[in-house]
Every structure is written in structure tokens, then in C-alpha cells.
């Protein structure tokens, strides 16, 4: 007779509690498996490939599935190798952007909702940057201060950070007329304290769900920047910039532009759906219908 342990019961626990999130929420647990997917390949990348810069004419043009997985470019070099090294920069844009335009957006929708002295001010800043065309602000950015992986998320991060701090700024606004904040106020609460005990809590899950279309957002910007040779530099690899060098090759290597295409859609619509999934989740009207 077979004896019981709590590891069984535990390992019980966590395979119903799996299957009920997936039953509830599968889009955030299939795009959260996509997402990790792509995440170890790009971390594991030179375990699992071979130098993304390095090149020999003999092999060019090589086609996939033969001595080369994902073929080769008119340079001979590697196209799995430059795809799954060029996750690595376009992961980790997509990832810093959302990060620091999330807390930059945060702040500015934080006292610009709460405090209407610096309203006027601040909104009128961020509509200013909302005028100028994502794409045209951020290739000005990185013509003034150069083409690196840092300016790159700077130069991305800032046209992202007025559409975070409007966000925020419209959730503060109807926050801030709460009986629970206004009886806060009446007793003498310092803003601070109201800012970080009432107001705060309340904007985290619409600026969580914010930061995934910020971090989708991200990839493509910088995928677009270096197709048209305004991202990383070239011997940077990323997905934009692999598929940039392949287009005058298209129709003799289509592959080139093929691979780093599909792993580019395959995270971005991870990320989206991710984004809608942790929506339904966090509004509480949505999560009651789904139970």
C-alpha cells in the first residue's frame, strides 16, 4: 500500500491551481509561456549559436534547413545567430523602455493629476511631445545624441512617457474625488501620505497593463529604427537591423527577412496578449463574469 506525502498534495495543489488559471485567463498564461520562450532563447543565445557578426563569403545566401538552420546573408554570417542575439537588444529595449516610461509617466501623472498648480505646466509639456510624431522624435533623438543601445531607449522612452502620464493623470482625477480621499484630507493628512496611501495603490494595474503596450510598442519602434538605419549600428545586431540588410536580398534570400519577422511578431503579439489578459484579470467587473 502507497504511501502519501504533502509533496504529493503540493504538487496537487499547484497542477489545479495551473488549470484554473488557464481556464480563466489563458491568454496571459500562453502569451506569458511565449514571452519566457523568447526570453531564454535570447539569453542562452551564444550557447546555442555561433558569432552573429562573424562572416564568410563562401557560405552567402546559403538557404535554410541546410548546413545553416535559418540560412544565411549575402555576408555569409549566420541568420539564426543574428536573430536570436538580436532578441537580446530587442528584448531589452522593449523591456527599458516600458520600465522607465512607466515610472517616468507615473510621476509626472501622479503630480499632475493631484496637484493642479503644476498641471497646466506639465500637461501642456506632455501634449507638446504628443504633437511631434513618435517615430520623427525619436530618429531627431538619436541624430543629436547618437546611435546606441542607451540613446536608442531614451530616444524611444521619451515620446511613450505622455501617453503613461495621461493614464495616470485621468485615474488621479476621479481618484481625488473619493469620499475616502477627500475624508482623508479633511482630518489633515499630509498630500504625500494620500498620494502614497490612496492614490498610488489605485493606478498600479491600469499603468501594469499601460506598461505592456508600452514594451510591444518599444519593439517595433526600435525594430522600425533599424530598418531604416536609424537604430543600433550595424554591427550591433537586432531584429530591425537584420531585416534592413536582407531587403535588397529578398527576392533571392527571403529568409533573411522572414526569420527575424516572425520572432519580432510572435513577442509582440505575446506582449499584446499579455496586456489584454492582465486587463480582464485586474478589472474586477470582467474577473466576476469570468468565474
Known sequence: MSSVTIADFTEGADKSRFAEAFRRYPTVVVGAFVLVVMVIIALIAP???????????????????????????????????????????SLVIGFSV???????????????????????????????????????????????????????????TVPEVPRVA?????????????PYVEAAVSIGTRTPKIILRHVLPNTM?????????????AVITEALLGFIGAGTPPEIPSWGNVMAEGRRFFQLAPWIIFFPGIFLAT?????????????????????????
Open 47 to 89: 550557447l546555442i549559436s555561433i558569432d552573429p557578426v562573424k562572416f564568410n563569403p563562401i557560405d552567402r545566401l546559403n538557404k535554410p534547413f541546410t548546413e545553416f538552420l535559418f540560412g544565411t546573408d549575402h555576408l555569409g554570417r549566420d541568420i539564426f545567430s543574428r536573430t536570436v542575439h538580436g532578441g537580446r537588444v
Open 205 to 217: 494595474a491600469p499603468l501594469l497593463v499601460q506598461a505592456t503596450y508600452v514594451c510591444a510598442s
Open 166 to 178: 495621461r493614464l495616470v493623470r485621468s485615474i488621479v482625477l476621479s481618484i481625488r474625488e473619493q
Open 98 to 156: 516600458a520600465l522607465l516610461a512607466s515610472i517616468l509617466g507615473l510621476f509626472v501623472g501622479l503630480v499632475s493629476g493631484y496637484v493642479r498648480a503644476v498641471d497646466a505646466v506639465l500637461m501642456r509639456i506632455m501634449d507638446g511631445l504628443m504633437a511631434i510624431p513618435e517615430i520623427l522624435l525619436a530618429i531627431a533623438l538619436i541624430a543629436v545624441t547618437g546611435a546606441t543601445i542607451q540613446n536608442v531607449i531614451i530616444a524611444i
Open 267 to 291: 513577442t509582440v503579439l505575446a506582449v499584446n496578449i499579455i496586456g489584454d489578459g492582465l486587463r480582464d484579470m485586474l478589472d474586477p467587473r470582467l474577473a466576476r463574469q469570468m468565474k
